[in-house]
């Protein structure tokens, strides 16, 4: 049985929204008289050299708060203005440790620091970080080489939790032997692929295949076997044998804007679900004619791009055993959003920025390696324009470079998105394909709502390692880009602040929430049995203290 590796297009997902672009520091470099000094050792105490401990919450605007330790494991942060600070130890192998952390990887305790203070032993202890090891062999006990093994685990991704990679995946050497290492503590599952699809120029007779497997031995997810990673620990004789199965071709062509078969262009297959592989770029072939070959039973999504240009064309396909043939699918010019960002007369007084300072972009729903921003071209006058695939999208803004967020100077940010007289900032707006959409206002505010107080626990103590969800009564709201949803952690005050548009909400706080929950539906009615209900007006500041909540386990 022939067996062809696949190379696998890694992809990155943020959890809620889109990834915010790196920050800039314009500002001189803040300089003080503080400092912070102590230890790294492992979990038996030895010293650790060269682990990187920074000095937070905000180590990239000053020289030297990222120092590394010295062969005794020995560190000290000088030149620290007055503040309130979090030291993180983080080193390859070991897990990111934070001093005084409640659980692993959880946020660690505040560290007030005054002018010329020196704050001496705050020592870390970091944990080595977990592996699993096994081997994989095919139907006939046979070891399997290039077999993609990976860790994965659930996470909250756009609205939906799913079984995702985690840690670093390998494949299976010459004996079939895999070992994935790096894993932080949790719950995983393993999961082996063998991918032999490819994009040829001839067809094949050669339908044989593995499908995606999870340990023990199963094509079924909901089957596969939990395992739970401790701190430092290797889980050893994860053997299983990979299921064979009967593989399907999908052919078509590939038709260009002039009516005529493409010619020079790429082709990209990718599964829709994390577990069925990522993708396979190639180009088309034969005047135009494309056939996919070695695909499992599973949905895809097959990308066509002309070399050189902006035309694309996507379309879906189901594979359930059988070839699939005579696609067609026909290229389209990108379509446009034109329109301009507007301000509303400032709530303080101050000017509004220029809109170049802002990260204006296009959002559509998360799809497996398709792209899901499309970033616009702002002019000095406001005006911008944007060129992106037939889609539904809605319109977000970001301050570029990143914002002070609930806890710093209140920003300017969308009010609404005004389409055709109507405000679309929720609902969006469906593109169609080589459609020109005009005279779109995202209008700034800098007008602030905001509820704001403390967290405590069944004794009434304050709550510092707490997440603040906040969230709009309307379930129907409740969707991946709402700007009806805050969430936030008690700043160095202990004082959580959401800021809000106007309306009626639920507020809760929880000290153990997966990142990303908020943006399920079903965690948030959920949630909502234990929120407290309030409504904020134009403009108006609450106070709102809450109790922990218990986290909805589902």
């Known amino acids: ?86 030291i993180v130890a983080a080193k390859a192998n070991y897990v990111r440790t934070s001093w005084g952390e409640p659980r692993p990887e959880g946020p660690g305790k505040r560290i007030p620091l005054a002018d010329g203070q020196t704050l ?41 939790r799913r079984l995702m990679p985690s840690g670093r995946g390998g494949s299976t050497n010459d004996i079939g032997e895999f070992r994935i290492f790096g894993l932080t503590p949790g719950q995983y599952y393993v999961s082996a692929t063998l991918r032999n699809f490819s994009v040829v120029n001839t067809d094949t007779t050669d339908h044989s ?90 949905d895809y999504t097959i990308t066509v791009a002309k070399a050189g240009g902006s035309e694309s064309a996507t379309a879906d396909v189901t594979v359930s055993g059988s070839d699939i043939s005579g696609l067609q699918i026909q290229l389209a010019p990108p379509s446009t959003i034109r329109g301009r960002i507007v301000f509303t007369p400032s709530a303080n007084g101050s000017d509004p920025p220029k809109p170049t300072a802002y990260d204006l972009g296009a959002v559509r729903e998360w799809a497996l390696g398709q792209q899901g921003r499309f970033p616009a071209k702002i002019k000095d006058d406001g005006t911008f324009e944007i060129s992106l695939p037939a889609n539904h999208v809605q319109l977000r803004a970001a301050p570029v470079g990143g914002g002070a967020g609930n806890n710093g100077p209140p920003p300017w940010r969308i009010g609404r998105v005004i389409f055709a007289g109507t405000d679309v900032g929720d609902s969006g707006i469906d593109v169609g394909a080589n459609a020109t959409i005009e005279n779109v206002v995202v209008e700034m505010t800098n007008r602030v709502s905001e509820v704001n107080g403390t967290v405590t626990d069944t004794e009434g103590k304050i709550v510092r390692d707490a997440v603040v969800i906040v969230f709009a009564q309307d379930p129907t709201r409740w969707t991946v880009q709402t700007r009806w949803l805050s969430t936030t952690r008690p700043g160095p005050d202990d004082t959580f602040r959401a800021r809000l548009l106007p309306g009626d909400y639920y507020a809760v706080a929880m000290t153990d929430v997966e990142n990303g929950a908020w943006t399920d539906a079903d965690f948030l009615a959920l949630a909502r049995e234990h929120a407290t209900k309030f409504s904020v007006a134009d403009g108006e500041k609450k106070t709102l203290d809450l109790a922990v909540s218990p986290t909805p386990v589902y």
């Open 120 to 160: 001496a032993n705050v020592d870390l202890r970091m944990q080595r970080t977990g592996a699993i090891t096994g081997k994989i062999v095919d139907e006939f006990g046979d070891p399997v080489t290039g077999v993609l093994v990976q860790a994965m685990r659930y996470q909250y991704v756009q609205g939906s």
């Open 209 to 298: 295949g593995y499908a995606p497997t999870f340990f023990p031995g199963t094509g079924n997810q909901a089957e596969a076997q939990r395992m739970a990673i401790a701190p430092g620990q290797t889980i050893t004789g994860i053997n299983l044998t990979l299921l064979p199965i009967q593989t399907a071709t999908v052919s078509g062509i590939v038709i260009d804007l002039d009516g005529q078969r493409l010619l020079n262009g790429m082709v990209r297959i990718g599964s829709k679900t994390p577990t069925g592989g990522f993708g396979f770029v190639g180009s088309t072939l034969r005047e135009g004619r494309f056939a996919v070959n070695g695909l499992t039973p599973g």
């Open 1 to 86: 049985m022939a067996r062809a590796v696949l190379c696998l297009v890694a992809l990155g997902c943020s959890s809620i929204g889109w990834a915010q672009p790196p920050a800039r520091d314009t500002s001189a470099a803040a300089v003080g008289s503080a400092s912070i000094r102590g230890r790294v050792t492992d979990a038996a105490g030895h010293p650790l050299p060269r682990v990187e401990v920074r000095a937070g919450p905000a180590p990239a605007d000053i020289e030297g708060r990222a120092v590394l330790t010295d062969v005794d494991g020995r560190y000290e942060i000088v030149n620290l203005p007055a503040g309130t600070y979090t």
